[in-house]
């Protein structure tokens, strides 16, 4: 499926513009009832339907739109440096809780 830029100002007109319109109607050869996707460069995208097709614009009947959800904060485990081969098990765990970095304490009971 074609995917095409659609900037945030023209969402509510759906319509293809410019190079776009050209690339779908000559280069992809574009017809009324074909499905697109358009996005706008901001994280929302939307499955189009075609409307209409000339040389210069192309129209669209926008489906439902997503919103991307925001992303995650990155996480920081700062960690006092245990005994033995236990940091094997608490990297284990916070990768899998999805920590972002660890770092590593010497403390004043550290043992090396």
Same mark, same amino acid.
């Given at each position: 499926?074609?995917?095409?830029?659609?900037?945030?100002?023209?969402?509510?007109?759906?319509?293809?513009?410019?190079?776009?319109?050209?690339?779908?109607?000559?280069?992809?050869?574009?017809?009324?009832?074909?499905?697109?996707?358009?996005?706008?460069?901001?994280?929302?995208? #939307?499955? =189009?339907?075609?409307?209409?097709?000339?040389?210069?614009?192309?129209?669209? %009947?926008?489906? &439902?739109?997503? +919103?991307?959800?925001?992303?995650?904060?990155?996480?920081?485990? #700062?960690? =006092?440096?245990?005994?033995?081969?236990?940091?094997?098990?608490?990297?284990? %765990?916070?990768? &899998?809780?999805? +920590?972002?970095?660890?770092?590593?304490?010497?403390?004043?009971?550290?043992?090396?």
């Amino acid at each position: 499926m074609a995917r095409f830029f659609l900037p945030p100002s023209e969402w509510s007109s759906a319509t293809l513009t410019g190079d776009e319109a050209k690339h779908f109607a000559q280069v992809l050869r574009g017809r009324a009832g074909d499905t697109v996707t358009v996005f706008d460069g901001e994280g929302r995208r #939307a499955e =189009a339907e075609v409307l209409h097709v000339s040389k210069h614009e192309v129209s669209l %009947k926008l489906q &439902e739109a997503s +919103v991307p959800t925001p992303p995650l904060p990155a996480i920081t485990l #700062a960690q =006092a440096i245990p005994k033995g081969k236990n940091m094997d098990l608490i990297v284990q %765990k916070a990768v &899998e809780l999805g +920590v972002a970095r660890i770092q590593q304490k010497k403390k004043k009971n550290t043992i090396v």
